[in-house]
């Protein structure tokens, strides 16, 4: 099973810039224990500037707050949802002390056609 690592973005700088420089993707592949398809990803990202130090610190932040934002959110949601719960516990609570039955109306009489 293929283990998950982190590169900094000074490795990743390094590798593009062996790319640009002419190098091949199998080569750098092989030689760094990439996959040339990351590779390409890092290529594409260098383009648009996502290698950047203080860009990527940039975007990492945003993906952050968003992160935050999404689980303050979940957390506001099941905060809602506890309150209703136990509001409910608490009026089934009440409701315990009276006498409760099965059937739900008068018990209705038998026809002719059952009783026989």
Known sequence: MARHRTHSIEFKRQVVQEFLGGET??????????????IRIWVAKFDA??????????H??????????????LAGKLALENDFLKGVLQHDHRQ????????????????????G
Do not use: N
């Not at 993707?25 to 990351?38: E, P, Q, V």
């Not at 968003?66 to 303050?72: G, P, Q, S």
């Not at 315990?96 to 009783?115: C, E, F, I, R, Y």
């Open 96 to 115: 315990t002390s009276a006498t409760t039955s099965v059937v739900a109306g008068p018990l209705g009489s038998q026809s002719q056609k059952d009783a």
């Open 49 to 58: 500037g996502h290698l950047d130090s203080d860009q990527g610190a940039a």
């Open 25 to 38: 993707l199998y080569a750098l592949a092989k030689r760094h224990g990439l996959s040339r398809h990351l």
């Open 60 to 73: 990492l932040l945003a993906d952050y707050e968003a992160r935050i934002a999404a689980l303050e959110r």
